[in-house]
């Protein structure tokens, strides 16, 4: 069975920064592309940013693109995503995401999902 644990979120301050990290493990020699998700209180889940196999391809949504880094261990199943000047607007849980097929943006992509980890940007 496959588990995605996420940690790191937290209470910041605006301005503030935050690195989350996530971990696939359950079947051992596969890799996942992975990606991170957040949903806004009374909002739709949206993409955050996603990272392939390898690491070497990585896709950060526009919004967040500059304050946002997504990295990967080489040949782990781990992920960390670095958020750096952080708005109150950024507040939403947020959820790792891990899928065998090539990373994108779409929900429906991704097989297995985290929890999810709060984070809260206070002004």
């Known amino acids: 069975q496959v ?6 979120g937290g209470v910041v301050q605006a301005g503030g ?3 989350l990290s ?4 359950g079947r051992a020699g596969r890799s996942y592309a992975m ?3 957040r949903r ?42 670095q958020m750096n000047s952080l708005k109150p607007e950024d507040t939403a849980v947020y959820y790792c995401a891990a899928t065998t097929r090539a990373m994108g943006t779409g ?7 985290g929890q999810g980890t709060q ?3 206070s002004s």
């Open 40 to 81: 806004a209180p009374e909002k739709e889940r949206e993409f955050v940013a996603g990272i392939n196999f390898t690491g070497e391809s990585t896709y950060v949504a526009d919004s967040m693109e500059g304050r946002f880094t997504i990295s990967r261990e080489h040949g782990r199943n781990t992920a960390s995503l």
């Open 107 to 113: 929900e429906r992509l991704y097989d297995y999902w």
């Open 22 to 25: 996530c971990s696939v493990s």
């Open 119 to 121: 984070v809260t940007v």
């Open 3 to 8: 588990q995605v644990v996420e940690s790191g």
């Open 35 to 37: 990606a991170w998700f």
């Open 17 to 19: 920064s935050l690195r």
